[in-house]
């Protein structure tokens, strides 16, 4: 969903007067209309439009809801669908959620429980993609990854180094892979090393190279994984675990953009670029003498900070969805679906593993399930109980109120506190989004200088 634009609804019904009626009420809440007179003129509407949320009759001639909504999940996965119908029974209801329709309502609809449907649909849906510029591998509908996507987004442009903090497992080598494909260095070499998964003994020669005999089992030259680099980029991962004596070599080397390979005694120019990670606080190491300032400098002239999943919950189900569709599309298995409560049961975890971690549950739950939909009482059984008890979950309930509390102050915050440009971004009436703020006792004089 694009924030900077009014939420799109594709409303389809054979019936031009239920079109006129539904469309003047969506309109009148502030949503932007888009109509289709059947399945198929949907499909063709998707095809030019984008939509946020597609509402869909029933019975229609030629393809019924069921039908269109199957079509849609096969073109255009995580894409929201609501069926009405004026003929609802519980076993249709039954058979249109358990195929993965987020909402089955019975006409006359009421106005009130269609807007909730909608807020719900919105919340659990997987944006298509709108671009940042940089990073379209990375997932996210967080401010704050917006914001810093942008300032890497600028960054890539210049050659300076970057130093890139973060939690083990929230992705920094995807950014640093990002920062590279944007940047003038995009057609050379990116090269990523971890430093802590190398013996000291062996890291100075895997990244500057070693000449035959230089050592017990050096039977051939290796021009290392700098020389293997020039002319594009290099990620240190884990920088904070670099022995001593090389990082007095690697400073050397950013200095004067030559490598000397263990045995020789010729130097060798390059020209790379070093982008850095470390989950450290690497002003502590230095203070404590395990980490040299001088190279601190060198490696840091320019830093971006990746929060931890935790500290951008919105991002969980948006993740979760995008690990679940490319496992169907990897084993070519049919598509599975979480649950509401499935998803608030992910969302409500604080993910001490990151991204990694959820990544992993996401597969072992894919591999686990037998059913279609992904249900609750499965997700909470495959968190880790030592991290996070199903008797400390919260409620249902309590974990929507924190996650409505938290979507309130990120878009008035990215609004800059303008109640009616946040209310128009969260598809609510400026009225219902007072009533919200006052429910969450939220300030909007206080986050209006809030940085997102």
């Known amino acids: 969903m694009n924030t900077q634009s009014r939420i799109k ?25 888009v109509c289709a007179d059947g399945g198929k003129s949907a499909l063709a509407t998707l095809q030019k439009e984008c939509a946020n949320i597609v ?10 809801g069921i039908e269109l909504f199957e079509k849609i999940q096969q073109q255009y996965a995580g894409l929201p669908v609501i069926v009405l119908t004026a003929h609802g029974s519980i076993k249709e209801a039954v058979s249109a959620t358990q195929k993965g329709v987020f909402s089955f309502l019975t006409k006359p609809v009421d106005k009130d429980e269609l807007l909730s449907s909608i807020q719900q649909a919105l919340s659990f849906s997987v944006d298509r993609p709108s671009g940042h510029g940089i990073g379209s591998n990375i997932i996210t509908c967080c401010a704050k990854m917006q ?3 942008e300032q890497a987004k600028l960054l890539a442009k210049s050659d300076i180094n970057i130093m890139i903090r973060g ?5 920094k080598e995807l950014l640093a892979s990002a920062i590279q494909a944007a940047s003038d260095r995009a057609d050379q070499p990116f090269i990523a090393i971890n430093c802590s998964a190398i013996p000291a003994d062996l890291l100075e020669s895997e990244l500057f190279g070693h000449v035959k005999g ?3 089992g050096a039977s051939r030259d290796n021009k290392g994984l700098f020389a293997s680099a020039d002319g594009g980029t290099v990620f240190l991962d884990e920088i904070g675990d670099m022995p001593a004596p090389l990082q007095v070599k690697l400073l050397r080397v950013l200095q004067e953009q030559k490598i000397r390979p263990v045995g020789s005694q010729q130097d060798i120019s390059i020209n790379v670029r070093v982008l850095s990670a470390t989950h450290q606080h690497l002003e502590d190491a230095i203070a404590d003498g395990r ?10 002239v320019a830093s971006l900070s990746l929060p931890a999943l935790r500290d951008r919950r919105a991002d969980i189900q948006l993740l979760a969805k995008h690990f679940l569709h490319n496992i169907s599309l990897r084993t070519n298995s049919e598509a599975k679906r979480f649950s509401p409560a499935a998803l608030c049961a992910l969302m409500a975890y604080d993910w001490p593993g990151n991204i990694r971690q959820l990544s992993n549950i996401v597969e072992q739950l894919a591999a686990l399930s037998p059913a279609a939909i992904i249900g609750e009482a499965q997700t909470i059984a495959a968190l880790p109980q030592s991290k996070n008890p199903a008797s400390e979950l919260p409620p249902l309930a309590e974990a929507r109120k924190k996650f409505e509390r938290e979507y309130l102050e990120q878009v008035l915050a990215s609004t800059k506190g303008n109640v009616t440009d946040a209310a128009r971004q969260a598809g609510r009436n400026r009225s219902d989004f007072h009533k919200l703020i006052k429910k969450h006792q939220l300030n909007p004089d206080i986050l209006r200088n809030a940085k997102t």
């Open 9 to 33: 609804i594709l409303l389809v019904d054979d019936d031009p007067g239920v079109l006129q009626l539904l469309s003047m009420r969506l309109e009148a809440l502030d949503f932007e209309v």
């Open 55 to 64: 509402i869909s009759d029933l019975r229609m001639d030629g393809m019924d």
């Open 147 to 149: 914001q810093l996507l």
């Open 167 to 171: 939690e083990s497992g929230t992705g």
């Open 214 to 216: 230089a050592f017990t």
């Open 291 to 300: 980490f040299r300032e001088d190279l601190y400098y060198r490696l840091n």
